[in-house]
Each structure stands twice: as structure tokens, then as C-alpha cells.
């Protein structure tokens, strides 16, 4: 469809206010943010020029980026609440044109900004956020936790493992023992060894006095010994807890990690299932929003701006609020991940829908 005047009008106003609405809050986040964080600078002698590039010039778009649908909303609320108290969109629909025709110009922005927060979240911003987490590791708080004792995992299909305590520090964990079962689930072997050290160079484990025992159809050997370099499909990653290591990893990263976790009975693999919805959730919350933004503020009432923005803002935060109980309800108890990252959307796009279907008659 062919852009007319009143449609470029708009797409400048919504795109407009969109980042101007950004930039001004970007301001307010650094200013309280730096108030908050200004000792650990100080305390562990962060440099300006690694705070403002390693940190804020990573931090802040990520930040944005999360609530874009936010700022969408504020910013459609905002600039055609004005358009109807200045009779503006009377004047467009008594020349003819109708209101979908008149939601063109809005859907066509929001489109926009919905691929621009898709390909945000999902291939830039997690490639940035490795400096700015080795610069939040170093000077605000330690990203990385040992897991608590007496740790499980899968390694691969019919191989387990069990390490009582790992140290992320020295790569070394106390207490090893590996099993090995066949189809029948009948075991085949297993290996025992008071600790374990890993080799980051030669991506080998060092087995201190361990103790070996295979067992073969008519046969059993055992086999002990001080010292012994194995190759194990493990990694030190995989024993310690390193908080929100989905920020780094892009789409397809994270979605291979779930893969991989799952068949290592990773406890914690919910909140990356919940991450991965929420990537391409959030954006698509832009074009709801921008929907119940539009029929919400486009009628002239008393009250004006101020009764649209009030409304606005408490929709807003009101999504934020579902959104946020509905990830507590998926990690802490029964809510499948792909629910909890679409529910606000489903939603709110009943309210977008019926606020249409109004505004329509």
C-alpha cells in the first residue's frame, strides 16, 4: 500500500517520540544507576573509560531493548492523545478515511520496531553483554557460584556423574564417581576417584587415586591407581552456577544449550526455556500494545492527555506485573515456559482486540 501525507506524518510522530522518550529515560537510568554502583567503582577502581564503554554503552540498550513495548506504548499514548485534543485525527477520519485505515501507519511503525527488538535481543545485544559482564564479574559482583554438594548430572545417554563439592576457582572437585549402563540399564562401568582437576589447555581431567571397574558379560576387572588423565564429556561448566549465563548467548545458542541441558537433567533449565520465549515474546508485545495504544487514546475526551497517559501507564505496568508472576510461577512452580512468556500477550491481546472492536463502532 502506498504511503500518503497523513501516514508519513504519523510514522515520523510515533517513531519520534518513540526515541525521543527513549533517550530521556536513558538518562534517568544512568543517573540512578550510577548513584546506586558509584561505591563499587570507587572500591574496585573501575576506570570512566571502562565504565562508560565496557558497561553503560552495553547496559543501556539491553535495558531498553527488555521494555521497548514500554516505551512504544508511552510514546502512542503520548503523541496521539495530542493529535485528538488537537482534532487532528477527527479531521483525518471525516475526510474519508476509515479507522483501520487510519491504524496503517501505526502497525507499519510497530513492525518496525518489533524486527529491530527481535534482531536486538537475539543476535547483537548477547554478544555485547560478554564485556559487560566480565566488567560486572570484576567490579560490581561475582557472576559465578558454586553449586551446591552431592551434584548429579547426565553427561550423555546412560552416563552419569556425581562430584560431592566442585571449586569454579581451582577447576577441582573432591569425591568423583562415574557410571556407565547399557540398554538394559545394567551397569558397565564405573569409576571412582577421591578428586579431579581440569585442564583447560589440553581439556583433559586428572583423576587423583582412583579406582576403575569394568564389567563385561562373564568378566569383571578393576583396576586402581595414583594418577590418571582421562577425557570425560564434561566441563567445569557444567558443576557451577554462573548467574544468567543466557544473557551471552544468542537465539540459537540458547536453544542448543536447552538441548543439551535437558539431556543432563539440568535442574535450572527453566529459566533459559522461559529466556527463549520471552526473545521473540516481547517483541511481538510491541504490536499489541501499539493496538491498544492507538484505539485507547484516539478519541478526544475530557481529561485529555493526562486521563490517556494515566490509563496508559497503568496498563503498562500492569503487563509488567503478569509478565513477572507469570515467570515466578514457571521457574518456582507448574507454568510451562512457552505459557509464562506469552500469557501478558494473550492477555493483553484480548484487551487490544475489544478496545479495537469499540473504537471501531
Sequence with gaps: MRLKVFDIYIIKKFLGTFFYAIALLS???IIFDISEKIDDFIE???????????????????FINMFSYLFTFIAVIFFTSKLAMNTEIIAILSSGVSFNRLLYPYMVSAFLLTIMSFLLANFVIPGANVVMRDFKDQY??????????????????????YVESFNSTTNSGQ???????????????????DRILYDSITGMWRATNYYIRTIAENAETLRRGAVMDTLINLVPKDLFI????????NYFQIRDYISEQQMK???RIVDYQVEKHKRIAFPFATLVMTLIGVSLSS????????????????LAFLFILIMQISSVFATSGDLTPWLAAWLPNILFGIVAVWLY?????
Excluded: C, W
Design 357 to 361: 472492536y469499540k473504537r471501531t463502532r
Design 27 to 29: 538518562v534517568i537510568i
Design 242 to 249: 554462573k548467574k544468567e549465563e543466557f544473557e551471552e548467548m
Design 140 to 161: 560490581i559482583e561475582k557472576l559465578t557460584k558454586n553449586k551446591d554438594v552431592n551434584i548429579h548430572l547426565q553427561i550423555s545417554p546412560g552416563t552419569y556423574v
Design 265 to 267: 537433567g539440568n535442574p
Design 44 to 62: 574496585n577502581e573501575a576506570t570512566v573509560e571502562k565504565i562508560i564503554f565496557q558497561y553503560y554503552v552495553v547496559f543501556i540498550p539491553g
Design 175 to 193: 569425591k568423583f564417581s562415574l557410571e556407565e549402563f547399557d540398554d538394559q540399564q545394567e551397569l558397565t562401568f564405573k569409576m571412582n576417584a
Design 299 to 314: 478519541r478526544k475526551v475530557r481529561g485529555g492527555i493526562g486521563l490517556h497517559l494515566g490509563s496508559g501507564i497503568a
